[in-house]
């Protein structure tokens, strides 16, 4: 039955010009802050790995990734992280198991800490992202500028702002900010119209994202063999590819509370870290050097040869990696989850590649990673942006977002990778 015009609600007003203009000014200031430092972390930790994974390695005649050196690398990283989380002031932050991308405002005497766990763990080898850590300082920072110089303007506004930069650098492009504020007003009564709400934010990540390109010009296509053309087959392939792995990243995240009760059960970060150190040092023994680390370099070695692996050992890898993820997040090192995932649904889709060779790699990588970051993140616009960037091929978009409707069906309403305090999934 048609709904009355006269008993419908009226449009939002649209905020007038001279309310936005404010916001201008600590959108740049916030974008250019919180990207200037993610690029500063990055660098101190790429510093660090290089004398920790060639310069030592090579000066003590050992293999850079001997089982022996990994072994020892990763349980020395736990040990260094342990110390932070133990003796620095702040204890470097909440457990990292109970936060996301929507970080809360940390008093910035936490802060020296969180970055400088986060900076060993990048280093050290763990598999884990700089995602939540980096947002969590720059948010941080930004809410007490904020209270500081500006001290009526509303925290919620400086967080956004600092969260909307930190992913456009992260990403190197302010869509994927775009895209997330976009997902997380869906739930929220907002005033005036949407493109009113993003606007601030959108200009900060904009920022973010260009300072991060004029200074180190990120990139994340894979740079694999187009994608034209798709067929039937390609759709059959793109529903089943991202079906398996959303099931495969539900399996980790059913076993992540369990795996976390059992580290918590050692009580103290200086056995809870070094014991996930070692535990993640035989998972690289047992899946190889590339399973180290963030896993965004190593996603460009794996896709610049996918017929050099055979599909076991590409699945070795995904498993691996995978395993990896959820002891890295569960023991209590600092970092997010988002880019060693990308490694697990490139590897799962190199792996469907080289069961069928017919199956596109482009094809079989953005399915493979569509489905294991709806698992990961339940972050439905990151998944599709991220999966669509590797491959930079605008045929495969409409696949993407047909398999992304099953992969939804299997993943929405069930447990998330990430827990509340008491330690149980939050839904």
């Not at 007003?13 to 916001?23: D, E, I, V």
């Not at 970051?373 to 605008?394: D, K, Y």
Request: aromatic content about 6%; overall charge negative; some cysteine.
């Amino acid at each position: 039955m048609a709904q009355d015009p006269a008993s419908q609600a009226p449009p939002a007003p649209a905020t007038p010009a001279r309310a936005l203009l404010p916001l201008i000014l600590p959108a740049l200031l916030v974008g250019v802050g919180a990207s200037l430092l993610f690029l500063g972390v990055s660098e101190a930790a790429e510093a660090l790995q290089d004398v920790l994974w060639e310069t030592l390695p090579d000066a003590l005649g050992i293999g850079r990734y001997s089982s022996l050196w990994m072994i020892s690398m990763l349980t020395a990283t736990g040990i260094a992280v342990g110390l932070v989380v133990w003796k620095v002031p702040g204890h470097a932050g909440p457990d990292p198991a109970t936060t996301g991308l929507e970080a809360p405002a940390l008093p910035p005497a936490v802060l020296p800490g969180l970055l400088l766990a986060a900076a060993l763990m990048l280093a050290g080898g763990p598999s884990l992202g700089p995602e939540n850590p980096i947002i969590a300082a720059n948010v941080g920072l930004a809410v007490w500028f904020g209270r500081r110089f500006a001290p009526r303007s509303p925290g919620e506004v400086w967080m956004a702002l600092a969260e909307a930069a930190t992913i456009g650098a992260l990403f190197g492009t302010p869509v994927a900010a775009a895209l997330v504020i976009s997902e997380a007003l869906a739930g929220r009564p907002i005033r005036g119209k949407l493109w009113d709400n993003v606007f601030a934010p959108l200009m900060a990540a904009a920022v973010g994202s260009m300072t991060m390109t004029l200074i180190a010009e990120p990139s994340f296509d894979l740079d694999l063999p187009a994608f034209t053309d798709p067929g039937w087959s390609d759709l059959l392939a793109a529903l089943v590819i991202a079906s398996v792995a959303a099931v495969l990243g539900m399996v980790a995240v059913y076993v992540f509370p369990y795996v976390h009760a059992a580290f918590q059960r050692l009580r103290h970060p200086m056995l809870m870290l070094p014991v996930g150190g070692l535990v993640l040092g035989l998972l690289g023994a047992l899946g190889g050097h590339l399973t180290l680390f963030k896993g965004l370099e190593e996603i460009g070695e794996l896709a610049s040869d996918p017929d050099g692996w055979s599909a076991g050992e590409f699945a070795k890898m995904a498993v691996v990696k995978l395993a990896a993820l959820v002891i890295a997040a569960a023991c209590g090192f600092r970092g997010g989850r988002i880019f060693p995932a990308v490694f697990v649904g490139v590897a799962l889709g190199l792996c469907a590649h080289a069961l069928v060779p017919e199956v596109h790699p482009a094809l079989a990588v953005s399915t493979g990673v569509l489905g294991i970051l709806l698992a990961v993140t339940r972050q439905g616009w990151v998944s599709l942006f991220t999966a669509a960037v590797l491959v930079v091929s605008p045929a495969i978009l409409s696949l993407l977002c047909i398999a992304s409707l099953p992969a939804w069906l299997l993943v929405t309403g069930r447990p998330q990778m990430q827990l509340r305090e008491d330690g149980t999934s939050v839904r």
